[in-house]
């Protein structure tokens, strides 16, 4: 094994602000997916809510198939221009031609257009995503400055997040306008961010030449390695449940909001929530630092179970309070975003200390796959139900389903959201026991010498 590059190479400041930037355009998809999607597939191009749902189980399950091989391609794969920024180029071209589909459909698209063009933009992000968090774990071994590249790709998602807020916000002040008419101006954003954020990172950010072991991939090895890992088995089980939890209230947000408490423009309030996230950065990065990152993850869990139970409790006209519970919530978006990844990144020195080898991709792949299946449950689920219950889509006002879609947008996802706080007050992988293992990685690595173990 050769030790062609140091550990933990330097990189400065305006390098974590390239190498975050990034997230950017990727931070506007998420939002304008899960919120304005279902309106415009159903609402103006009338297709059906529940196989819009089980559309986006089906595409996020395809992920079970693609996750794995790129995450095991950007580890083994090593062309002379970088075995992680290389898949900015093909992810990039990808994206494009996803977004451009499923964002700009036209009159009289079926469901095969819509599973196909979603399933595009999934495979898209993957391409970018999975080797992007796999070169973020790489770039430092320090656990606290992992933290601090997490919190900075993380702000530039936010920052993301706040823009894909602001051009609906202004787009549904324009009379007539429609959630197809805010999809396609969020889509010509995309065009222009990403090509440029991913072309500054390409460029100017360092790629670490990490050692590989030149052996067939073993899939039963893999899996045995990754199921001995126990700190990385909570970590994925955390995000799981919380992933369901938090996309399952996410995805029913517009409806909620519209036909419930009677919100006239849920732009404004998503703009305020994602700004309080971005403010709430550094407190985030400070208290992990502090009390330790499983610790402040549970923190942010919890308050964000107890402001989605008291959602139960507003009333019609109620925007003040919707506001308010809306607000606190966004307090702790950034610590839930920044936290579980930097977590990741430590678990893989596990492995690392065992076997000397960096399978990043590998590790960033199975929390990936995991993800997303949390992705699809709380993304298709809630349309399941509400579809279950004859809910109208297109605006509703009978008590039952209107009853239905309160206790799927409040208590639903405070129980989940419970159940992950519980399980991350678990987590054992401290700063004090990472020490010892970085110690220990180093301790073995200056044992190996230059040649190829």
């Known amino acids: 094994m050769t030790r062609s590059a140091a550990i933990d190479p330097a990189i400065g400041f305006w390098r974590i602000v390239a190498f975050g930037s990034v997230q950017l355009p990727l931070g506007t998809i998420g939002l304008p997916i899960a919120i304005y999607l279902a309106p415009l597939y159903s609402g103006q191009l009338n297709l059906s809510l529940q196989m819009i749902g089980v559309a986006l189980i089906i595409a996020r399950l395809s992920d079970f198939v693609t996750d794995p091989i790129i995450g095991i391609l950007s580890d083994r794969w090593r062309p002379s221009i970088g075995r992680r920024r290389v898949w900015l180029l093909f992810g990039t071209v990808t994206m494009l031609a996803g977004v451009y589909m499923l964002f700009r459909p036209t ?69 007539g306008a429609t959630s197809a008419d805010v999809m396609a101006a969020i889509s010509t954003f995309i065009f222009i961010a990403l090509p440029v954020c991913a072309a500054i990172a390409f460029f100017l950010v360092p790629e670490p030449a990490a050692p590989i072991r030149k052996v067939p991939f073993d899939l039963r090895s893999a899996l045995r390695m990754l199921g001995s890992n126990r700190a990385f088995l909570l970590v994925t089980t955390v995000v799981l449940i919380a992933t369901i939890g938090e996309v399952f209230r996410q995805t029913i947000t517009i409806f909620f909001a519209r036909d419930v408490v009677g919100v006239s423009n849920i732009g404004i309030i998503y703009f305020l929530y994602f700004l309080t996230a971005l403010a709430l950065v550094p407190f985030w990065v400070w208290l992990a630092k502090r009390v330790e990152k499983h610790r402040a993850l549970t923190v942010a869990f919890v308050i964000v179970a107890i402001t989605n139970a008291l959602m139960f409790f507003v009333p019609v006209g109620g925007t003040a309070i919707f506001t308010a519970l809306f607000l606190l919530k966004g307090t702790c978006y950034g610590g839930v975003l920044i936290l579980p990844n930097a977590m990741v990144a430590d678990t893989v020195d596990i492995d690392t200390a065992e076997s000397l080898d960096r399978q990043q991709g590998l590790f960033f792949a199975a929390i990936a796959m995991v993800q997303k299946m949390g992705y699809a449950l709380g993304a298709g689920l809630p349309l399941l139900i509400l579809g279950a219950v004859g809910y109208t889509s297109a605006g509703e006002t009978r008590a039952q389903p209107l009853f239905m879609l309160t206790i799927s947008y409040s208590f639903i996802p405070c129980v989940l959201v419970l159940i992950a706080a519980a399980l991350s007050w678990r987590y054992s992988l401290t700063a004090e026991r990472h020490r010892a293992i970085r110690g220990e990685i180093d301790a073995r690595l200056a044992t190996v010498g230059t040649g190829e173990a």
Request: aromatic share 16%; proline share 6%; no cysteine.
């Open 107 to 175: 009159p009289g698209v079926d469901i095969l257009y819509f599973l196909l063009a979603v399933s595009l933009v999934y495979f898209g992000f993957t391409l970018i995503q999975l080797p992007y968090n796999a070169w973020a774990a790489e770039l430092s071994s320090d656990y606290d400055l992992r933290t601090r590249i997490s919190s900075v790709s993380q702000f530039f998602s936010i920052l993301g997040l706040i823009i894909s807020t602001l051009i609906p916000a202004y787009v549904l002040l324009q009379p």
